[in-house]
Each structure stands twice: as structure tokens, then as C-alpha cells.
């Protein structure tokens, strides 16, 4: 299961830590099953790190990455210096991207999301770890199997009702 690879979550770090807390929380718990390999885990930075410094470490962890995470909040898609930078490095990798949207929406926001992914073969899901966790172990492969497919990716209605989750 593509979960078991390396997986880099990028996110807003001043308004959505909240929701990067809760992956850690719902991989930690051992009555849930959601687990992941985080490349955050590789190395600590210190918060008085220079830019070069941060985007030296960003690129050791994304180089053992096999996909990414977009946590999309209020503000994500006006992060530039370090949340543009990392799916720049991402796209540049050809890394399949799961889009996670924190309002619960099941596909595209247009209005947050980050304009360099809008267009791009990525998969939209809400903040809810079934269907996080249904992009990991799926998307991955599927990504790498899509031939010349382009453009945003949404599970349909009966992937959610199999997985017991509301659409829409």
C-alpha cells in the first residue's frame, strides 16, 4: 500500500497545524487505521533557520517522498516562499498529489486552491481520514498509470458511500 512510502505533507504552518496534528493524531492512535511515513520525520529545523537553510532540509525529505499531501486552507493558495516552493518541487519530481480540502469539500475548490495545482492531475478530497487514507493507498498508482490525463481528479458518490462517508 502506497502509504507506507514516504509521504510530505504541505500545509499552512500558522493556521493549519491543527489539521497536520490530527494526521499525526489519527496515525498514532493504534485503534485507527491510518498510517503513513511521514518526511517530515527526517529532520527537525529550528524556527531560526535561514530560507536556504529550511529549503536544503525541504529538499533532502522531498527526495525520499514517493507522494505529497496539500493540507488547502483560507490561505494556502497565497503561500509562496515555502508552500509554492514545495509543490514546485513536487510537480518538478513528478509526485502524484493528494489535494486535501479543510472546508469538506469532495472536489475542486477554485477559490483556495492553489492556483499552480488547479490544472494539474491531482486528486481533491475533504479532511476526513477514510478518504485521505483511500488517496494513499490508490492514487499513487493510479497516477503513475494515467497516460496523458490532465486535470483536477474526484472520487465519484459510491466511493464514499462505501467507505460510509457523506458526498458532497
Not at 493524531?25 to 527526517?42: P, S
Not at 492531475?121 to 497516460?147: C, N, S, T, W
Amino acid at each position: 500500500m502506497s502509504y507506507r512510502n514516504k509521504t510530505y505533507v504541505i500545509f499552512d504552518g500558522d493556521n493549519d497545524m491543527w489539521a497536520y496534528s490530527y494526521m499525526l493524531g489519527w496515525k498514532a492512535n493504534d485503534r485507527i487505521d491510518f498510517n503513513f511515513h511521514d518526511a517530515h520525520d527526517i529532520r527537525r529545523l529550528s524556527n531560526r533557520a535561514s530560507e536556504d537553510t529550511v529549503k536544503r532540509a525541504l529538499r533532502e525529505r522531498l527526495s525520499n517522498t514517493k507522494q505529497a499531501i496539500v493540507l488547502i486552507g483560507e490561505s494556502t493558495r497565497n503561500l509562496y516562499r515555502f508552500v509554492r516552493w514545495e509543490i514546485e518541487s513536487c510537480i518538478r519530481l513528478d509526485l502524484p498529489i493528494i489535494a486535501v480540502n479543510l472546508n469538506g469539500l469532495t472536489h475542486q475548490d477554485k477559490e483556495l486552491c492553489p492556483p499552480i495545482i488547479r490544472d494539474r492531475y491531482v486528486v481533491h478530497v475533504p479532511f476526513k481520514m477514510k478518504i485521505i487514507r483511500y488517496a494513499l493507498d490508490g492514487f499513487p498508482q493510479e497516477y503513475h498509470r494515467r497516460g496523458l490525463e490532465t486535470g483536477p481528479r474526484y472520487y465519484n458518490k459510491s466511493i464514499y458511500d462505501h467507505l460510509g462517508l457523506e458526498y458532497g
